[in-house]
């Protein structure tokens, strides 16, 4: 059996709709959280597999990129949920923090 | 060669002037990290970090226009190995977002203090993501745009939880990030999948690609298309993906609300109007209905959902997706006109929002929990001068004649009639929900006109600060000046555009 | 022995030395070492939280060090490309690296200064 190209594409974007159903269904903030990582990811395979079809660098370059990004995203992320817990002293789902709507 | 196979890489020229105003924003903003590191104490810190951030500001200023001379004599260019457009187009958008970020600044130094917030910080964080707005402008790939829109993004988020004794700022935080990311990652999904059809990822290379091969297989390029437009409809607040804008915009700290009305639109317009005229000029009949049906559901969804909200603040967060549409109907006309139109309408809609949530925060008071349509019930007799600003900057976004506003939908009407088609359509509606958001507006300015009965409580709002006023100032000026001689901005945003690197 | 094992032979080797490290480690530990049982001796060691009670909530204070850590570790990536190509890069790539690593090291100063770094 041939693994191609495609096979990963395909895995890709089901790694991404993963994430996003995971990201509409979930309520728990940290779960949601990480479902916004397994979409980025995905995404990145998407490039490197892309990157080598086209025989093209800057594919994997983005990777880095994207990387740093979700580093960064996780580190905002993660100090958002500590001030919401240390404010509250709750869990930590979507549904504990619901003042706003009109 | 070297272990990764590559034969040998040049490292990019750098043209210093094309990436001074971006550079200096990031360098006040590292500067007043650095002097935070140093100075803890809290009366010295913050004067000097407004020092550093109002330096920080003229100085990228002073790039900007030095940029502009140099672009009207030479022509566009592009640096950083294409990465990097200096044109017309960035310029204009860097200086309304120049101008946008001074605003806020002014608008913050009051709010910190009432509201016993760190001053430093907050600058550093404004500064950090209004540089990545100037990169947002002048972004010419789309990895590059997709970096600067995370620089945007970040700092963002820790602003609008920056009150982190108010639930509703943590809330409202909350949300902007989890949705945020989750259109950044849809987004990069579509630059993923464009490169794969296109092979590169620079919009110039993406817009040769296309006018030279027919490609046999569209679907994904299309894809690509539909899932940058969803992502950047998030930072535009574009319906149907607004869902977010009214919670955040009314949880967030009010200095940081105007933010996010007038410069992060600007800069997330910015990007969009560039990526679909310079990469996918070419299939404009692929991308000019998605825009149609973004435009139409954001123009309905804004002005009726403004109808039935009975917060001050979440009702100028609907009128924010009501403009959104409005300018989309420039950009969805697809042509040259309609970028200078949807030009003019961001750099006139930045100072409106500015000016008005000012006063929101104005009268909004300590804590900025209550901004209530109640809460203004009788300031015109409180407030004489403060009333009289607010219906001036209401009416303006109302777009009645011999104002800023009208100037903005005059101009994106006569595109939309100039492109014709389902534009003229697009046109009508919107004028029909022109007239429901100026309901919206009247019953405000009303409810300030109304005298406050005898049962409602009057609340103390706070007082109009140096800095506040002169913002209240600037936008209710700018907003009579250019609704009577709008020949000036008009000329510029034409300009603009034509020095549009294509 | 083929080429093909004996390429194999160093992880093989590798193996059992670090088996013996360990063995060695944990064995003179256990002869040199006073033996004193106590009962929360027994208990699973989980970076000083709780094992049983307070499930899913681990200690907010350690928040701060994932944070820091997750920073450092990822900008990690743009050095091991960096490192590699450096003599071809020159002059100009080693004064940009030196700026990038300059700023990380500001957010930690700052960080420090601030006091978050402190156990409290």
């Known amino acids: 059996m041939i693994v191609t190209p495609t096979w990963y594409l395909v895995l890709a974007a089901a790694l991404f709709s993963i994430g996003a159903v995971g990201m509409l269904v979930r309520r728990n903030v940290i779960v949601m959280f990480m479902c916004v990582e397994l979409m980025l990811n995905a995404v990145n395979l998407t490039f490197v597999t892309f990157s080598k079809t086209l025989n093209d660098l800057s594919g994997q370059v983005a990777v880095f990129f994207v990387l740093v990004v979700a580093a960064a995203e996780v580190a905002i992320g993660l100090a958002l949920i500590v001030a919401i817990f240390r404010r509250r002293h709750t869990g930590t789902t979507a549904d504990d923090i619901s003042e706003l709507r009109g | ?502 | 022995m083929t080429q093909f094992y004996r390429n194999y032979l160093a992880v093989a080797v590798f193996a059992v030395a670090a088996l013996g490290m360990v063995g060695a480690m944990l064995g003179v530990g256990r002869l040199v070492r006073p033996n004193r049982p106590q009962p929360e001796k027994y208990i699973a060691y989980e970076a000083g939280s709780d094992p049983i009670r307070g499930f899913g909530q681990s200690n907010v204070r350690y928040y701060v060090y994932a944070l820091l850590f997750v920073m450092f570790d990822v900008e990690a990536v743009f050095i091991f490309p960096w490192a590699i190509n450096l003599e071809a890069l020159g002059v100009s790539a080693l004064i940009s690296m030196i700026v990038f690593i300059l700023v990380l090291t500001l957010g930690l100063v700052y960080a420090w200064r601030k006091g978050v770094l402190r156990w409290a």
Not at chain 2, 48 to 56: D, E, K, P, Q, T
Not at chain 2, 465 to 481: K, P, Y
């Open chain 2, 1 to 502: 060669m070297n272990p990764l196979g590559v034969a040998s890489i040049v490292t990019p020229g750098v043209d210093w002037l094309g990436v001074a105003p971006v550079a200096l924003l990031a360098l006040a903003a590292i500067g007043i990290v650095l002097q935070r590191s140093i100075l803890r104490r809290a009366s010295v810190a913050y004067p000097s970090a407004l020092i550093v951030a109002a330096v920080g500001i003229i100085l990228s200023a002073v790039a900007l226009i030095a940029q502009w001379h140099r672009v009207q004599t030479d022509g566009s260019y592009t640096t950083l190995s294409k990465m990097v457009a200096v044109d017309g187009f960035s310029i204009f958008i860097g200086g309304v977002v120049l101008v946008a970020t001074a605003c806020s600044v002014l608008l913050a130094s009051r709010y910190l203090d009432r509201e016993r917030l760190d001053g430093p910080e907050y600058l550093a964080l404004m500064l950090l993501s209004a540089s990545g707005m100037l990169a947002m402008a002048s972004a010419n790939d789309l990895i590059a745009v997709f970096v600067a829109l995370e620089i945007v993004s970040i700092p963002l988020y820790v602003l609008v939880a920056y009150d982190r004794r108010r639930s509703t700022s943590l809330e409202a935080g909350m949300k902007y990030f989890l949705l945020g990311a989750f259109a950044s990652a849809v987004f990069l999904y579509g630059v993923a999948l464009t490169y794969g059809a296109t092979g590169s990822t620079g919009l110039v290379g993406i817009a040769n690609y296309l006018s030279e091969v027919t490609l046999l297989e569209r679907g994904t390029l299309l894809a690509g298309l539909v899932l940058m437009l969803v992502g950047l409809g998030f930072k535009v607040a574009a319906a149907p993906f607004h869902m977010w804008t009214p919670d955040v915009y009314q949880g967030a700290p009010t200095p940081v609300t105007a933010f996010m009305a007038s410069a992060t639109k600007a800069a997330a317009f910015a990007a969009l109007i560039r990526i679909l005229y310079t990469a996918l000029g070419g299939s404009s009949s692929d991308w000019r209905p998605l825009l149609w049906v973004l435009a139409v559901l954001s123009l309905l969804v804004g002005s009726i959902g403004a109808v039935i909200q009975t917060d001050v603040k979440r009702m100028l967060a609907y009128s924010s997706i009501n403009h959104a549409g409005f300018i989309l109907i420039g950009v969805q006309a697809g042509t040259i006109k309609g970028v200078s139109s949807a030009l003019t309408y961001l750099a006139i809609y930045a100072f409106l929002a500015v000016g008005s949530f000012a006063i929101v925060g104005v009268v909004a008071g300590r804590g900025d929990a209550d901004s209530d349509l109640e809460r203004f019930k009788g300031l015109s007799s409180r407030r004489t001068g403060l009333s009289w600003a607010f219906t001036l900057l209401l009416l303006a976004q109302a777009g009645v004649p011999l104002t800023a506003g009208f100037i903005a939908k005059f101009g994106v009407f006569s595109a939309a009639a100039g492109a014709g088609g389902t534009s003229y359509v697009l046109a009508l509606i919107g004028m029909l929900t022109a007239a429901i958001a100026a309901f919206v507006y009247l019953r405000i300015a009303a409810t300030m006109f109304t005298p406050a009965g005898e049962g409602d409580q009057v609340l103390a709002s706070s007082k109009v600060d140096l800095g506040t006023g002169i913002v209240i100032w600037f936008s209710c000026a700018l907003t009579i000046v250019i609704g009577v001689a709008p020949g000036f901005l008009l000329g510029l945003a034409e300009r603009a555009t034509l020095l549009f690197l294509r």
